[in-house]
């Protein structure tokens, strides 16, 4: 688990608050199977977030685990996101279809709207949240 740093700094009778961005480890790489979704719960800003966490390839994509409709969670067994063919994450609520790799959705109640993206990287085999 990573934790947020805050340094304080006194230059010429000046503080000097540097906040160094948060880093959250999500997950491993490798707990993610490829061309599957799993349902992750991290904490941002003192509030628990749920997570949906889409690898397709060498590719990850997480997006917070609400519907832009009504709020609604998305997944209707934990951690299963995606569409019978596994190119869309689909609402298990409205049946709406959002684009794995955007988030976007191109059928349902919400669409043209977008599931909430959240910022990654992947650094030695380590999914990690970058900006909060």
């Known amino acids: 688990m990573y934790i947020t740093i805050q340094t304080t700094y006194i230059i010429n009778q000046s503080q000097i608050r540097l906040d160094i961005p948060k880093v959250i480890k999500i997950c491993n790489l490798d707990d993610l199977k490829i061309n599957k979704s799993c349902g992750f719960f991290v904490t941002m800003n003192g509030e628990k977030k749920p997570l949906i966490v889409v690898r397709l390839q060498n590719s990850?994509?997480?997006?917070?685990n609400s519907c832009p409709h009504i709020g609604a969670p998305l997944d209707l067994k934990p951690?299963?996101?995606?569409s019978h063919d596994k190119?869309?994450?689909?609402?298990?609520?409205?049946?709406?279809l959002f684009e794995i790799e955007?988030?976007?959705c191109i059928f349902g109640p919400c669409?043209?709207?977008?599931?909430?993206?959240i910022p990654i990287q992947i650094n030695n085999g380590e999914v990690l949240l970058t900006s909060t």
């Open 87 to 96: 190119k869309n994450i689909v609402c298990s609520t409205h049946g709406a």
């Open 102 to 104: 955007t988030g976007h």
């Open 60 to 64: 990850v994509y997480v997006y917070i």
């Open 79 to 82: 951690g299963q996101f995606l």
């Open 111 to 117: 669409k043209d709207k977008y599931l909430k993206a």
